[in-house]
């Protein structure tokens, strides 16, 4: 590759890693980058802004369909185009799609670039100002770089959505002045790195994290790798890495660090599982009889249910098993079909299952607890109870993340890592619907797609129970593994921590 030129989402990503941007570089030119074409929420809200521009062409269904983006970018400027939109123009070493090229009446252009977020932030300036380099480089008179993105605080009213009031278009063109010589140099740097035919050799840290390539520079690290320590208290793990720490164990016991870093060390140092000698005592909240919960919900950047705001969690389904004294296990499920807006019998049937019991309600996290307070403060007149049961839950991951630490988690809480861990005979491998995101997608497709059938949607809903059912029937077997663990965690008359011998 002797010459590279770069699009945005290679710079964006190059901020953060030489070596990302050169993978991704590598599978753009390669056809290999996946498409952020389709992508529920920036699809709809193009669909949405574009309304503002009537008359408005895009550049991917208009034009000879033989020329590229580029070409058609230019012949609906020489058309006299009074908005193009998806305009893609390569100069200046740099590619860009602007969302939207506007025409002003003195005949030069304003670029808008729409965002899914709800305000400014430093990568929004440098796309601004990559755009206002592009544009120049390209010789096409620029008037200004526009900012369109959701406003946080509309509330979806009776009616569709107005885009006038649902979208916040703000000027960027100061702001992109400023950055570009910044922005230009930093676009320079990486696209000397991009064209090299070797990858750069960049340290691994806490910036692999929100990484697409963890598959291959970090997944294969060692499970007590240091850098999966990212944002617990204490010293940065950058620099233990820095240090040559590679690996927890490696950490000298006087370094700043929080308690579950501290399990994390000694785990890796005994290479078995740590259980805080307060475990007995913090489960005894939650002995049997006990209840487990969990919501699935449905979001989206455009809400679709009247009051609700942009990407409000709107659950549509809740599981719930129950373990008895004997420890007979039971559950109990509740699905709105998609139509109306489903949180009234969400709430209602919530309380009419367990508002009449006083035992404990097990979950994963704080969403579940989130989404109870918001159904109260919907609903006046079933606050108390909604209330009642939000007391009575007892939070599960705070348990785990405070008293238990095994190498397996690998730095990671949630329960899709823990499970296999916890509850190694649990899969969720035969499900149609694995995951969270997966289940929201589902429910929204029911809710947006006009061509469902009812079997698609019988047999959805099936899906979707199935997936709650199992994440309860997950917390149940974490519950009983960690009762388990309680029974081995004791401490010496001299005040010293033993840890069980088993591993799970
Ligand atoms: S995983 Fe880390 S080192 Fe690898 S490309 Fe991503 S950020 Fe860079």
Redesign the pocket.
Known sequence: MSEAVLDWWEYHEGR??A??AW?HHRQRAGGERPSFDGDEARDRLRGLAQQQWPGGQDTWTTGPTEADLDERTRRLIASGATAIFRATITAGGTSLVVDVLERTAQGSWCAVLLSTRYGLDRFLVEQAALTLHVLQAASIPVAGVHLVHVDADYRKGKGPIEPEAFLVRRSLTIRAARAKARVVSAMAVLTDIAAEAVPPD?P?GT??RA?T??D???ETLPADWTGRYPTEAGTSADVWLARGYERMGDVPADEPMGAPRRRARLASRTGRIVVDPALPQVLEACRPPVWYLDFECVWSLLPVFEGTAPAQHVPFLWSLHHVDEEGRLTHLDEIVAPGPDPRRRMAESLVEAVGAYHEPIVVYGDYEAERIGELAALFPDLAPALERIRGRIVDLLAVIRDHVYDLQFRGNFSLKAVGPVLAPGLTYRELAIRDGLTAARAYARLLYLPEVTPDDVETTLADLRAYCERDTLALVDVHRTLMNLAQGATMTAEGEERYPEVRV
């Open positions: 953060r890693c070596l990302a993978h960049v691994r910036h692999c990484c390539f963890t291959r520079c970090v």
